[in-house]
T-cell receptor, first 113, second 113 residues
């Protein structure tokens, strides 16, 4: 049972425009969410996180939005740059039951120069 | 943060053999984990590596197939035993601290013939 879902396997965006990556989850007990970026032949790199007590967290060009009622989070990248081209994974955890993260299947972002 | 290295980076193995993957962290992290990423799928947690004691395995993974050691806070090994082509995957080590993000190694790409 996939508790974290990324329904768009790929996304293409023009350089300078906004990239929006989406993630849905099924477990209402998840209270901590992260986004990771992964380049080929490398491990995932932590990008940004958000706690369930917030609905928005911003770090430079990256903003994560959390909609708990919809069990949905999104990552906005503005402006998008060619170096942002990578696979993006969202992950979620229920901190009360341990440190296990559940990952989505990833969205491959291509930023076109 | 923590920098995590893994070796080997890739290997091609024969059916029925075993491979041990090593994971080294540059700092003493509380938590260490082993994940598997099969083609086109998300990262799946295999087990939590516990220092000086038996690893904690997730549903669907057993110690006989994936024995794990963690002799100290900075080093862990995962063995994939009696391999079959279905074990072809990327194996990732991660480390971190409770209630925070995890940091990943570059992964080991395993192909079983």
């Amino acid at each position: 049972d996939q508790q974290v879902k990324q329904n768009s396997p790929s996304l293409s965006v023009q350089e300078g425009r906004i990239s929006i990556l989406n993630c849905d989850y099924t477990n209402s007990m998840f209270d901590y969410f992260l986004w990771y970026k992964k380049y080929p032949a490398e491990g995932p790199t932590f990008l940004i996180s958000i706690s369930s007590i917030k609905d928005k967290n911003e770090d430079g060009r990256f903003t994560v939005f959390l909609n708990k009622s919809a069990k949905h989070l999104s990552l906005h990248i503005v402006p998008s740059q060619p170096g942002d081209s990578a696979v993006y994974f969202c992950a979620a955890r229920n901190s009360n039951t341990g440190n296990q993260f559940y990952f989505g299947t990833g969205t491959s972002l291509t930023v076109i120069p | 943060s923590a920098v995590i290295s893994q070796k080997p980076s890739r290997d091609i193995c024969q059916r029925g053999t075993s491979l041990t993957i090593q994971c080294q962290v540059d700092s003493q992290v509380t938590m260490m984990f082993w994940y598997r990423q099969q083609p086109g799928q998300s990262l799946t947690l295999i087990a939590t590596a516990n220092q000086g004691s038996e690893a904690t395995y997730e549903s669907g993974f057993v110690i006989d197939k994936f024995p794990i050691s963690r002799p100290n806070l900075t080093f862990s090994t995962l063995t994939v035993s009696n391999m079959s082509p279905e074990d072809s995957s990327i194996y990732l080590c991660s480390g971190g601290y409770p209630y925070n993000e995890q940091f990943f190694g570059p992964g080991t790409r395993l192909t079983v013939l």
